[in-house]
């Protein structure tokens, strides 16, 4: 008994089994597979929960969660040239494409049952500015991306980042004065940002920038030019976090003073959160967004429990990072922590998650 506690929870061990190591797929182990009979139960009526975990197919059937392709979207970073793939040494196995290899590495993704990518640019320096100007450009890194995409895999949604932080000489999501980050001025460049992108194909728009007001005058831009079916992904509740560092090298994005606590959430609310969220649903979000995903998880429930709109969760560059390190040094057993900690996100109550994990969830979930 002693050996089988040891083997099981033993971090180096590298036979796994089924019982913790695999949670999500039915195995059947031929010794659980009959009812072998016990001595008889003495006394009272004992409740027997392991009933229902005797085998896998048992499980399976009454697994209340269940991962699918469907639910994930894949971050994918684009940079401008030819035949070019530049790794994110803090990100293993994440690519900075250009934008014809952004179109293979889209193809697989759709191939594996994906069924949305989310964009996000990396801007050379001499065209970033304090305004962001570089962000409505209709012939920027990113309009002509989603043109491309949308005329190579029609049917695979494209959802476009709404925020000034790629294309901001100040690293901020926002115009820069006296060290301020203005909220109106930002908010009128996030509209005409998300008209270009509309005009482009986008099917989603997804300001991510946690200024006040954006999605409202994102819904009146894009209704007023005729975008009604262009949704409007909301990054309702962003919390200014140290997760997203790995994030900021692959887009070279990172503030160049200061931090974004201005704008972005402080980790320790959740009423806010609900407030947050409250007003993008009254401004005209379709899906409301959580992020980061894994230390929010309560955050992820209580705004699943306060609409009934879809909700999104952000596995960020972070989570992902800690988790390919631990399994590089052999530490965890990496296809079972990422599966188990994507099933978290959505038992807590997200729909849809965002995961640099996309693909390698997928191939796994492959029946
Ligand atoms: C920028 C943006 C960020 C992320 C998505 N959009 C970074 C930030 O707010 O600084 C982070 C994503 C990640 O860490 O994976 N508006």
Redesign the pocket.
């Known amino acids: 008994m002693i050996i089988i506690i040891i083997a099981g929870f033993h971090p180096m061990s590298s036979t796994v089994t089924p019982s913790t190591s695999v949670p999500l797929q039915a195995t059947t182990d031929a010794a659980e597979a009959t009812v072998a009979p016990s001595a008889p139960a003495g006394g009272g009526q004992v409740h027997r929960p392991r009933r229902l975990r005797r085998t896998g197919t048992l499980r399976r059937m009454v697994r209340e969660t269940v991962l699918t392709a469907a639910d994930l979207i894949y ?1 994918l970073f684009v940079m401008e040239g030819e035949g070019q793939k530049e790794a994110v040494p803090s990100m293993p196995n994440c690519f900075r494409y250009s934008l014809d290899l952004l179109l293979e590495e889209a193809k697989a993704v759709w191939e594996l049952g994906i069924g949305a990518i989310a964009l ?1 640019p990396l801007i050379s320096h001499h065209l970033k500015d304090n305004a962001g100007t570089e962000s409505y450009n209709p012939e920027g890194l990113i309009p002509r991306a989603v043109r491309a995409l949308k005329q190579a895999l029609p049917d695979l949604l494209v959802i476009t ?1 709404v ?1 000034l ?1 790629p294309y901001s000489s100040e690293g901020h ?1 926002g115009i820069v004065q006296n060290g301020h980050i203005l909220n109106d001025e930002t908010v009128a460049v996030l509209a005409k940002q998300a008209l270009v992108q509309a005009a482009a194909g986008a099917d989603f728009v997804a300001p ?2 946690m200024m006040d007001g954006r999605v409202r005058e994102i819904r009146q831009a894009l209704d007023a030019e005729g975008w009604i079916n262009v949704g409007i992904l909301a990054y309702s509740a962003k919390y200014a976090s140290a ?2 560092g ?3 090298d692959a887009l070279d994005s990172a503030p160049k003073f200061g931090d ?1 606590k201005t704008y ?1 959430m402080d980790a320790a609310n959740a009423r806010e959160a609900i407030k947050e969220v409250e007003l993008d649903i009254k401004e005209g979000a379709d899906i409301v967004m959580v992020k980061p995903a894994l230390a929010y998880l309560d955050v992820i429930c209580r705004i699943k429990q306060h609409t009934n709109l879809p909700v999104a969760a ?1 596995n ?3 989570e992902y990072a800690m988790v390919k390190a631990a399994a590089q040094q052999g530490w965890i057993d990496e296809k079972a922590v990422m599966l188990e900690t994507l099933t978290s996100m959505k038992r807590a109550g997200a729909d849809l998650i965002l995961t640099y994990f996309a693909k390698d969830a997928a191939l796994a979930l492959r029946p």
């Open positions: 971050p996000f980042d925020a932080d999501d991510s920038d997760y997203y790995p994030f900021r974004k972005q952000y960020v560059s972070g």
